[in-house]
């Protein structure tokens, strides 16, 4: 034993770890170990040959930089710098980790640096951060501080300066990092995931560039044998009311919670009475992600939001072309500030005629007293001063009103008490969303108690969804910028138009928001060119349904239905569920079920994945619309 001790000292004597080296390798096994103790996040659970491999690369990377620094950086405090920096990103990245539960995703900031700085983006991140880790995080950069700056740790030890050495270890570093392999080290990610965001390395498939080939090439995918407005003249035309319901989980619908009371009864209700699509998709998630396809019927991009980065390109949407057949379009909102996600310009540029959020003042006394809480007034108050605005214009138009009420919007933790149907004391985070949802269903009730009042909205065309799903723990998962589950995407979809549209249940196809366009002008027996990438619902069609979830290193998903395909693009892996057979999505077919049928899906599904880069150049480059 004593021998093997000497041996072990004469090592460390040979090959000495300095103080920033040791420190580094403290701080990756400190998370490391966290994380996985605390059960938040990606934890290495299972020590799996991939695991410790990941584990493994991540101490060299790790070990590589830090050398690297104490290598190249020779000047005292350009050094301390240089460690205190890394020292203090990896505090973040961390604890980040721990509350949001995933690595940082530099797209999910970049993308969404407009609106950060908003009162109710700032609670909702702030909701998510506890004091404790505040006092954490300032104790330890203290003593970063503290140690390494004032008592010179940093610039301590024996590594002496060696340029070439330096240069060596960084560009293995940089190899390593930019690899097909990932490490399980937060620094490391971080900038693999920046490259990734800005250099957007995916090449174009073939189907792809046969796409953009042509210069307008959806205006070429629609052929019409006539261009026409159709039959229906003037006050003959339905009035239309899109509302899309913040954050519709579709696997609420219909269902009980374990003491048995529903979480939607009036919605449940309302299902016999029009056409309810049981597989029904929102294209993204997000609010602003959602109102695209829903107007445009076009996909989101997988990098930004039209409505912020693109509301010059040249769209033909559904508003522009009932403008056009005689219709006022309006909007309305509960939120208070229309130019969040830059909603009112790109409203603006697309033809809606009125485009207004709640004027708190016009509300009584006891509205602004208690039926404000959460992202604004609740959505009864929404639906109550739409038709009081309705009734206000003499225009004599059919009107096309599309609006957005926040009663479900997360956290869902700020519904009143004497409103909480479900659970009194709100403790868990579906109890929340159920007793947010819960109250929203029962607003809903009163849009149709108003429309029905008022006999010259008799003749109405009403839509029913979501602007997007949410997930509330069917995969353990409460954040929807995390992954590709149903959960996240599946929406409720009703249309009801009494006396004119059967009653009926689809059951066996699926399709999404981009179909509810050409569904309104199939309806209306409008017959024009548009650039449309959804099919009407009426024709029962089959169709595909790409799904964008431009977070968590980006999956992009298609639905021909039963098959569902995701492509993770950061890591380049493939699944294949078959959602009739496993709703659940637990099987991936890509694994355990490798036929020549599963081979030719596979083939498909990667041939039209093109369509997702596609569909963001044409967008950005204003090749969807030709006047």
Known sequence: MKIRTNFLKQGLKKFPLSFNLKLSLFFYLFFLLFLHFAKHGIQVQAATLTNVFKIALGII???????????????????????LTLYSTYLFLGFYHYRMETFFDIKLLVDNFEI?????????????????????????????????????????????????????????????????FSAYEEVSIFLKDG????IKPISLNSFAKSLLKKDYPYL??????????????????????????????????EQKTPEGKAYTPFFNSLISKGLYVDSFFGNSMQTAKGHFPLLCSLTPKTVGKAFQDDFKTNFYCLPEILKKAGYENRYYQSYGDLNFDNKLIFFKENNFDII???????????????KIWGWGPQDDVLYKYIFKKLDQDKTKKPYFVFMQGVSSHMNFDQVPKDQRLLYPDNNTKKEKYSNALRITDKYLETFFTELNKRPYLNNSLIIITGDHSFPVGEHGLYHSERSFYNEFFKVP??????????????????????????????????????????????????????????????????????????????????????????????????????????????????????YFYANDILIEENRIWKD
């Open 220 to 253: 070429n995918l629609e052929t019409k044998k006539s261009n026409s407005i159709g039959h229906r003249k003037g006050s003959q035309r339905p009035h239309i009311f899109i509302i899309p319901i913040e954050s519709f989980n579709s696997n609420f619908v």
């Open 356 to 370: 207004e959020s709640i004027d708190i003042s016009q509300l009584t006394n006891e509205e602004r007293r208690n």
């Open 61 to 83: 990377s790790i070990s590589l930089l830090t050398q690297a620094f104490d290598c190249l950086i020779h000047k005292k405090w350009p050094k301390k710098i240089a460690f």
């Open 493 to 610: 979809l009703l249309i009801i138009w009494n006396k004119h549209l059967k009653p009926e249940r689809i059951k066996s196809l699926s399709f999404s928001q981009m179909d509810i366009p050409p569904t309104v002008l199939d309806l209306l027996k409008i017959n024009v060119k548009t650039h449309f990438q959804g099919k009407s619902i009426l024709k029962k069609e089959k169709t595909l349904q790409y799904l964008v979830q431009p977070y968590s290193g980006k999956f992009l998903s298609i639905v021909d239905f039963p098959f569902k395909y995701v492509f993770h693009e950061k890591s380049r892996k493939e699944f294949l569920f078959n959602l009739v057979k496993d709703q659940k999505e637990s099987f991936n077919l890509k694994n355990i079920q490798m036929s020549d049928q599963i081979r030719e899906r596979l083939d498909f599904f990667r041939e039209k994945l093109g």
């Open 116 to 180: 950060i700085f908003y009162n109710e983006s700032m609670e909702l991140i702030s909701s998510r951060v506890k004091t404790k880790d505040i006092v954490f995080l300032i104790f330890s950069f203290t003593l970063l501080v503290f140690f390494g700056v004032i008592k010179n740790k940093f610039v301590q030890g024996k590594v002496l300066p060696n340029k070439k050495k330096g240069l060596l270890l960084l560009t293995t570093y940089i190899a390593i990092t930019f690899s097909p």
């Open 195 to 198: 490259l990734q965001y800005f």
